[in-house]
């Protein structure tokens, strides 16, 4: 395997860490590094497995990991093929725009919409302003469309379009003093119509993940609400769960 971006993956067989999730680790690092580019056939299975000491079967199931994760698919007869690897978010009160710069992603922002107008009154029991910013952002990646972004802001705060396209919204309200004291969120699906589809670059009816979002400040007042659409077949949320004392 002289010269395969992925002949330096090392497998530890004296870890507790299953033989064919560190296989599919060290693929992982190498698609999104970039060192295993997206197009391109991983080595097969065969030879993967004679490489590291492997079984078939193990080879097979650390393929299937990247299979579920969407960085790979298999063709019969042609091979295993390098998708464009779909962004996993956690679950945490983070800027989507400043998650996929850690990624590597590169993202872009096009702000649809910019305008400070009178709270609606479906809002004003929420919000202690009087003013409220309505936003409207379209992010993408290199690889297209990304997310539809929703956001209701309090008046008090200042933002430009060109600000909006070069930071993510957290980071020019923290520039602003805002502090964040706690968010309720909900995540779940639903089909995109015409417009958000048009929009977001996928047919109509396809597949869309949501999040929508209060943010309060340290004082109880809220401070944002979003609305946030995303395309499933490219993005994912992922939370951890902390079993010590079940």
Same mark, same amino acid.
């Given at each position: 395997?002289?010269?395969?971006?992925? /002949?330096?993956?090392? %497998?530890?067989?004296?870890?507790?860490?299953?033989?064919?999730? !560190?296989?599919?680790?060290?693929?992982? $690092? +190498? %698609?999104?590094?970039?060192?295993?580019?997206?197009?391109?056939?991983?080595?097969?299975?065969?030879?993967?497995?004679?490489?590291?000491?492997?079984?078939?079967?193990?080879?097979?199931?650390?393929?299937?990991?990247?299979?579920? /994760?969407?960085?790979?698919?298999?063709?019969?007869?042609?091979?295993?093929?390098?998708?464009?690897? &779909?962004?996993?978010?956690?679950?945490?009160?983070?800027?989507?725009?400043?998650?996929?710069?850690?990624?590597?992603?590169?993202?872009?922002? !096009?702000?649809?919409?910019? !305008?400070?107008?009178?709270?609606?009154?479906?809002?004003?029991? &929420?919000?202690?302003?009087?003013?409220?910013?309505?936003?409207?952002?379209?992010?993408?990646? $290199?690889?297209?469309?990304?997310?539809?972004?929703?956001?209701?802001?309090?008046?008090?705060?200042?933002?430009? +379009?060109? $600000?909006?396209?070069?930071?993510?919204?957290?980071?020019?309200?923290?520039? !602003?003093? /805002?502090?964040?004291?706690?968010?309720?969120?909900?995540?779940? $699906?639903?089909?995109?119509?015409? +417009?958000?589809?048009?929009?977001?670059?996928?047919? @109509?009816?396809?597949?869309?993940?949501?999040?929508?979002?209060?943010?309060?400040?340290?004082?109880?007042?809220?401070?944002?609400?979003?609305?946030?659409?995303?395309?499933?077949?490219?993005? @994912?949320?992922?939370?951890?769960?902390?079993?010590?004392?079940?």
């Amino acid at each position: 395997m002289s010269g395969d971006p992925l /002949a330096g993956i090392r %497998i530890d067989k004296s870890s507790p860490i299953p033989l064919y999730h !560190q296989l599919a680790t060290g693929i992982e $690092a +190498a %698609i999104r590094s970039g060192a295993q580019p997206v197009g391109s056939y991983l080595t097969n299975e065969i030879d993967l497995a004679r490489h590291y000491g492997l079984s078939r079967p193990t080879v097979r199931q650390a393929i299937g990991e990247l299979v579920n /994760a969407g960085l790979v698919t298999r063709q019969r007869g042609v091979g295993t093929r390098v998708v464009n690897p &779909s962004i996993v978010r956690p679950v945490a009160l983070t800027s989507l725009f400043d998650d996929l710069q850690k990624a590597g992603a590169e993202p872009t922002t !096009q702000v649809l919409k910019l !305008q400070l107008v009178k709270t609606p009154p479906e809002l004003r029991e &929420s919000f202690a302003t009087s003013r409220v910013w309505e936003l409207e952002r379209l992010r993408s990646t $290199a690889d297209g469309p990304l997310a539809l972004m929703h956001n209701w802001v309090a008046g008090d705060k200042e933002f430009t +379009a060109d $600000a909006l396209e070069s930071e993510g919204l957290y980071a020019l309200l923290r520039a !602003q003093g /805002a502090g964040f004291d706690q968010a309720v969120q909900r995540i779940g $699906a639903e089909n995109a119509t015409k +417009a958000t589809a048009t929009r977001l670059g996928c047919r @109509s009816g396809a597949a869309l993940l949501t999040m929508q979002r209060m943010t309060y400040e340290l004082s109880g007042a809220l401070l944002e609400i979003g609305d946030h659409k995303y395309r499933a077949d490219r993005y @994912s949320f992922e939370s951890s769960i902390r079993t010590s004392g079940m």
